[in-house]
């Protein structure tokens, strides 16, 4: 059991072997820039994985930066620099998301520097309010989405295709959920596990991470294993995907109980109603896609809400933001969302931080000073 | 002293200063314009002396309609856009402390310390846009989150046609209910916006005579008159028409006194993204003979070719409504969707323009711009063999503006590319 664990956190790690050994079967793999909004069950659907993109751990961007300046967010530049380096090839496919100007451009740079004609790109665009009218633009867009792409790898997606993917998914999310909801109650795995383990499902074909995770969900209570036993804090970030911050965290004396990342809750709190996806797969996807907790590119008091009353669920002590330095969206927000954790009496602490760990005694310092003080209960603002 | 009250001081200095001491370097018609802004201002404290309600706008609504729903309009960004000295460092830092990134485009800073000094009025509705600028529409956001009223955020689509125009549109007639609704007094009146409408698009027609003068060789307009391409919609329209008229003869006369004097250009440069508004550029240029013939993100920038073009209707097929129009300016922007948009739109004004070459300015905490500024740069050179220069900046905090460094990175630029001759 616990080599099947190994799989996933190894995968969760790492992102790769899953894809690679994917497309040695000779079957495609279409990446996806995250946050992500784009319906993953459409590329399952049609026979292929859905695969989180992941940028380069060099410090060395130095391609990257024939495109991006300094002040971008360094999670697109070094996107961009694991494909430029030769580090990643690219996949059969790049799909983006309006989630941000950044990514947005990044998606733009990814187009233009990819010449394969044989590879697909979409980028999608999301509506920022939830009204009959928006819902109805993004079902469009969704349905155009789908017809571009079967029209590009002359494949069909049935409805009966996409039904039996929104299954499969809502499996992970809830094999996925099940984890999440063991933690607020026992210590099953640390957080820097947890979301090894969800970052996994973002990469690993679905069928082969439902199987092992669903293994594993009887033996993960009973398994023994060092979990910190520090102040519990919810971790919140956007495009964090790299595990170092998790494990710095972990051991400054913290447990990660709870995260509000892409990677993490975002990505499996609920599932698709397959209910009305029996009539209407499309528009049960658009739904789930606008009222799953996202990106906080709009729906601020929507999202403050949520993760305060994940504070409240899973005992959590204070709040860690762990924003790019330069990823405006994630600076903006948590602005806001200091100002209503502080109404509730909510510690919080923003950090400011690159792609690859750096800065590492610094940002350990600041984590200690914050968690020595919301433990003795002396929070004043840090 | 109020946003207001600064900006009316500021208007009655320059027109004292064309009464008194005028200078023959500057278009005579500048009197009535800043008569008019003056005016608009003053009625602007009027209006809120009087309690009237007031919507803070984003680019979401145009002009024509907030008349019509009888409502009294803040432009966010373009009012920030005014400030000048102190009041921009003292709404930095109001906005720096409200959330805002410090490192992110100063004019939203500017906008968020502008509207929670207390020195404009406050909003009753909210209205922006997700189209092109995303680091302002979480602006936006973060402005709500300090006043207790509706908001509403227009969404543009990333393809042109039909079904984008009416997104949109319908998009247009919620907000209209929901400030009806929401808005004391607020009620739209057709006959109101179909009146307004055809001034905005007599206005319309002038500048576009305007704009596409600029094809001429030598260009008719200095780049002072270029990257000062007036606004229209603030204040008294039959006067502002009036004025554009002036405009569009003096720029006429003026040009006919260019050519007898027998100036030369030396390089048509095409000006991307924004530029230091605290700073003279437009002279600069005039004393070095360089034209800029496109400052892309003027109040009047250059129309994209067949689209957004007000009145047409060639486009669609048809004559569009009031709120249509709009809505295809907005479905037409160049920097909305992705940058093969933007790259067709300076592909089309390099050669309308006969652009020699282009200036990015990299505007701090612009990503929209930033994250692709050197593609742009590199697809102009591949495709016109057009050089440019990537220049870092601010546009409204003068603080760390070096104008030996700025002037000397661009004569330099200047000397290289018109002793080389790109052709």
Known sequence: ?382 | MSFFENHIAQMNRRISKIRNNPDPRYLKSNLLRYEIQRDFWADEIQAWENGEPFIYNEGAIPDYLAVAMGVNVIHVTPYADQCFGDEVQKYLKIGWEAGVPDWICDRLAVAVGMVLSGDVPQPKFIAGYARSCDASTQMLHLISTYFDCPSYIIETPYVYGEDSLNYVTKQLWEIIDLMEQTVPGAKFDEDKLNEQFQKHLKASSILGEINRSRRQVPCPLTSKDVMRIPRFGWGDLDRQLQYLSNYKDEIAEKYEMRLRSGFKERLRLAWLVSYPFFYDIGSFFEEREVSVVLLEIGTVGYPPKDRGIMGDDKEYGRRLTPLEEWSRNQVARPWGGTIDRRIDYLRHCCKELKVGALVHYIQSGCPINNATAWLLAEEMKREFGLPSLLLEGRMLDKSGFDQKDFESKLDNFIEVTTSTRFE
């Open chain 1, 1 to 382: 059991m616990e080599d099947l664990l190994r799989t996933l956190l190894d995968e969760g790690s790492e992102g790769q072997k899953a894809a690679m050994e994917w497309q040695r079967q000779g079957k495609k793999v279409i990446g996806i820039l995250y946050p992500s909004y784009v319906p993953e069950e459409i590329i399952h659907a049609a026979g292929m994985l859905p695969w989180r993109v992941r940028g380069t751990r060099s410090p060395d961007t130095s391609h990257a930066t024939t495109y991006r300046p300094p002040t971008l967010a360094s999670y697109g530049t070094h996107i961009i620099e694991a494909f430029m380096s030769g580090e990643i090839k690219f996949p059969d496919g790049i799909i983006g998301f309006n989630v941000d100007d950044d990514n947005r451009r990044v998606y733009d740079v990814l187009v233009h520097i990819d010449t394969e004609k044989s590879h697909f790109h979409h980028i999608l665009d999301g509506p920022r309010n939830i009204t009959p009218l928006r819902l109805e633009e993004f079902v469009r867009r969704i349905s155009n989405f789908v017809e571009d792409f079967e029209h590009f790898f002359q494949v069909k997606i049935t409805h009966s295709s996409l039904k039996k993917a929104i299954r499969t998914l809502n499996k992970t999310r809830s094999l996925l959920k099940k984890v999440y909801e063991m933690r607020r109650t026992s210590t099953i795995l640390c957080g820097a596990e947890t979301l090894r383990v969800a970052s996994a499902a973002t990469s690993m074909p679905k069928e082969q991470f439902n199987n092992i995770l669903g293994n594993l969900l009887d033996y993960l209570p009973k398994r023994t294993g060092a979990i910190p036993s520090g102040p519990r804090i919810l971790l919140i970030s956007e495009t964090l995907d790299n595990m170092e911050y998790v494990d710095l965290i972990e051991d400054s004396g913290a447990l990660v109980a709870m995260d509000a990342l892409d990677i993490g809750s975002r990505y499996c709190w609920f599932t698709v109603d397959e209910k009305e996806a029996e009539t209407d797969p499309i528009l049960a996807l658009a739904k789930y896609y606008l009222l799953k907790p996202t990106y906080p590119r709009s729906f601020w008091r929507r999202e403050v809400e949520r993760v305060l009353e994940w504070v409240r669920q899973y005992n959590v002590k204070g709040i860690l933001a762990l924003t790019d330095t330069y990823g405006y969206v994630g600076l903006y927000f948590n602005s806001f969302l200091k100002r209503q954790a502080e109404q509730a009496g909510v510690p919080m602490l923003d950090i400011s931080r690159e792609y690859i760990m750096a800065n590492r005694g610094q940002l350990q310092t600041r984590m200690q000073a914050f968690f020595e003080i919301i433990s003795e209960g002396r929070y004043h603002q840090v």
